[in-house]
């Protein structure tokens, strides 16, 4: 007999394992996934391109309705799970009925942090992180309209982008002295600056929100320094936390996120969680790369092999507002570290690598992002890069077939 898995969540992580494991151990277990949205798994990066347009909410599909089908995999979606019992290996589902299981995978990924300012509850303060939330945009602020953006990272410049290129007037306001600081070392966040100031969108760096302000609906938004921006819509990104309240009521360890060991298991045996909504080694990721390493690892062990999870190098490969972003490892660079810069502004290129003891430990690539993935893998790796050094700023095709640099004697 099959053993009855449920994977709470039908995001990516639970698509991905979905996939991984059916390759590996179908007909092993009965699998129900339980998915709170109304749809199937979709393409969650894809989101600003379907704001701005580009593509169709319909297209961001991961898997088709057969493909799930043909797995006989059981799809419960527009239906939220409410309670865990570990003892009694039950899922509690919203419509009132129960789902018994021997194994379940935690996949709720994050929710937005709403910060704790006057005049969140207005109407026209919107976050962004599903597709309701772009109706919701759409809604509220059309082409024209003036939409203020609180947070310069990742999201919220692709909430920018989409806005923009829908046509709505864009303002962002970041906190930070620089636009995604924790992806991007100064000289590539200015030069991202200008490359989204060049789309129509104003940035407005050093901007603490004091409150948004309007009488029925949003009418602007104050900075602490008393600086006031008009706004018919406000979109808040300034970031996630982990979706874990479901794991903390049925007792199980939560940090940041749903704590799992190297097993990808939680406190609680034969309970596991990935994604985002996990917390291993201490860290949270926000991306979707690192949900995938866990989606697989987790299929593997379920399949029977003895596999772990190490951790994941942060990585980021992004199209930000249409522009190439790449970065990966320790790009800032600690005390006793090298760097080999590569910088022409005409081009809109710029490289940075970061090198310690002979081995490429960090490297930010603004523009020409293609040998990213290869960078990733020699920082993962740890490979000795010093044969290659001289060319290693140009890319693979140049740097493996270099011959080796001459050392200038110190
Ligand atoms: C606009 C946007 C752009 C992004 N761009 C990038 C990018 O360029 N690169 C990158 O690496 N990452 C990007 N990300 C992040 C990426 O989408 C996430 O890392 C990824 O989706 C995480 O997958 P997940 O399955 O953990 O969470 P999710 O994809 O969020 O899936 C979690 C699912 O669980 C459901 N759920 C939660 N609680 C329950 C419950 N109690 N019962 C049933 N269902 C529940 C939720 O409704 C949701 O559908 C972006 C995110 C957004 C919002």
Redesign the pocket.
């Known amino acids: 007999m099959s053993e009855p898995l449920v994977v709470?969540?039908?995001?990516?992580?639970?698509a991905r394992f979905a996939d991984e494991l059916s390759k590996r151990a179908l007909g092993r277990y009965a699998i129900a996934v339980?998915?709170?949205?109304p749809r199937l798994a979709y393409n969650?990066?894809l989101?600003?391109s379907v704001l701005a347009g580009e593509v169709a909410s319909s297209e961001i599909e991961l898997k088709p309705q057969a493909w799930w089908r043909d797995r006989g995999i059981t799809l419960r979606y527009g239906c939220?799970?409410t309670a865990i019992d570990p003892q009694a290996r039950t899922v509690a589902l919203a419509d009132g009925r129960s789902l018994p299981f021997s194994r379940l995978v935690l996949?709720?990924?994050?929710l937005p942090i709403r910060p704790q300012i006057p005049g969140m509850g207005l109407p026209g303060v919107i976050t962004?992180?599903?597709i309701n939330d772009i109706w919701t945009i759409w809604h509220r602020a059309g082409a024209g309209d003036r939409v203020v953006v609180i947070g310069g990272g990742?999201?919220g410049l692709?909430a920018a982008y989409g806005l923009a290129k829908a046509g709505a007037r864009v303002t962002v306001l970041h906190l930070m002295d620089r636009l995604m600081e924790r992806q991007l070392d100064a000289q590539a966040a200015r030069m991202l600056q200008r490359a989204v100031e060049r789309k129509g969108i104003e940035i407005v760096l050093e901007a603490d929100t004091a409150e948004i302000s309007g009488a029925h609906r949003v009418e602007g938004v104050t900075l602490k320094d008393g600086r006031t921006i008009a706004a018919d819509a406000v979109v808040v990104a300034i970031g996630i936390r982990a979706?874990a309240d479901?794991a903390r009521d049925a007792g199980i360890a939560v940090k940041r996120g749903i704590v799992v060991d190297d097993a990808l298991e939680t406190s609680s045996a034969g309970i596991h969680a990935i994604?985002?909504?996990a917390e291993h080694r201490g860290i949270c990721y926000?991306?979707?790369?690192p949900?995938h390493e866990q989606a697989r690892v987790l299929a593997d062990r379920l399949a029977g092999r003895d596999v772990h999870y190490a951790g994941s190098v942060l990585a980021t490969n992004?199209k930000v507002s249409g522009v190439n972003v790449f970065s990966a490892g320790d790009f800032l660079g600690a005390d006793g570290t090298e760097e080999i810069l590569l910088s022409d502004p005409g081009l809109g290129v710029y490289k940075k690598l970061v090198i310690a003891d002979g081995r490429l430990v960090g490297a930010v690539l603004f523009g020409d992002t293609a040998d990213g993935l290869w960078y990733l893998e020699l920082i993962r790796s740890g490979a000795d890069i010093e044969s290659m050094r001289n060319d290693l700023a140009f890319g693979r095709a140049l740097a493996e077939h270099a011959p080796a640099p001459t050392r200038l004697a110190a």
């Open positions: 709470i969540g039908n995001g990516m992580a639970a339980v998915g709170e949205e969650r990066v989101l600003s939220r799970a996949a709720t990924g994050s962004f992180r599903d990742l999201l692709e979706n479901l994604g985002e909504c926000g991306l979707v790369e949900a992004l």
